[in-house]
């Protein structure tokens, strides 16, 4: 895999967009890096948002997302990159929104546990990842433009069972 920069962040928008806006260039934890990041921009964003607009910028991302991850996948040569971290952003963005309001301490136990289901990828997370790392770029010329769907699905899959464990926890 090449050494990524700012010039390669640069280099087309896609890579901005997918590599988190480089947050997905930190040396350590990517994925953590992007989900810290993901989370600042969620409570600066949060005065100017309603529902309607949370749904569109979440339907927005996950779509221009999806393409970002597959264009700079394929310019990595890489199917699932960690510097790719758009995934989860919109998966934690999505969390964020649903679990609003809450406290601050709310949102910390969001965080830790995404990051655990993103992270360790237990069960269906697991699984869900698997379907992207079973493709074979060189045998399947359609596996580049898969790529993008599996970046992002097993993102949402670990944001589905943290939300799971939420509402469980809640309704404790």
């Known amino acids: 895999m090449r050494t990524l920069g700012h010039r390669f962040l640069l280099a087309h928008p896609a890579h901005l967009l997918a590599l988190g806006f480089g947050s997905g260039l930190s040396p350590v934890a990517p994925g953590t ?57 919109v998966a934690f963005w999505l969390i964020l929104w649903l679990v609003t309001p809450t406290s601050l301490l709310g949102q910390a136990v969001a965080f830790a546990l995404f990051r655990y289901f993103d992270a360790a990828k237990p069960g269906p997370v697991g699984w869900a990842d698997a379907l992207c790392h079973r493709l074979d770029a060189v045998r399947d010329r359609h596996a580049w433009r898969k790529a993008g769907l599996g970046i992002m699905f097993d993102d949402l899959v670990a944001a589905g069972c943290t939300l799971l464990v939420i509402a469980l926890w809640r309704a404790w």
């Open 33 to 89: 890096a992007g989900t810290l990041w993901a989370w600042l921009a969620f409570v600066a964003l949060q005065p100017w948002m309603t529902d309607s607009r949370w749904a569109l910028l979440l339907i927005a991302t996950l779509i221009l997302g999806t393409w970002a991850s597959t264009v700079t996948a394929r310019n990595m040569q890489v199917l699932d990159p960690s510097a790719i971290v758009i995934d989860e952003i």
